[in-house]
């Protein structure tokens, strides 16, 4: 099983397009299978997974502490899923914003009832925040052409 997606940095050393392949995912410290071939430069290290967006840089600082490299939001899920059905479990991320990076919104306030990102809340709020908004779109098109270029010349 494999899973993929954006994750913010908390290693200051991560930048925006680096491709992080999770040696462990947290809090559980489920094991990850690193790809049989991978294309190009990767990071790995520890990913923590959360049920939350870590919007600001002060919280990401506070993050790392955990001992995490990097921080997303379904990788836990996955791995659990994976295990249950004893199927190897790989984790690959492409970094979206880098540890001094503030989000430009509390995406967490853009949240409905069941916990997904209303396009609404979000815009609505943007319009207060649309340079920030702009850049962070560029930064997300900029690391998912990096990670659809690495995952075409990975073999699992």
Known sequence: MVSTGFCGALDPALRVGDIFIAACVLPS??????????????????????????????EKAELRKTGADAIEMEAAGVAQKAAEYNLPFYCVRVVSDAAQDDLPLDFNRMRDAEGRFSRMKILVAGFSSF?????????SKAAAQALGDFLAGTRF
């Not at 340079?131 to 930064?139: A, F, R, Y």
Request: net charge positive; with cysteine; glycine share 8%.
């Open 29 to 58: 410290a489920s094991c990850v299978q690193p790809p049989a071939s991978a294309r190009g430069s990767v990071k790995t290290g520890a990913l923590l997974s959360i049920d939350r967006v870590a919007s600001t840089a002060a």
């Open 131 to 139: 340079p920030g908004l702009l850049k962070l779109n560029k930064q």
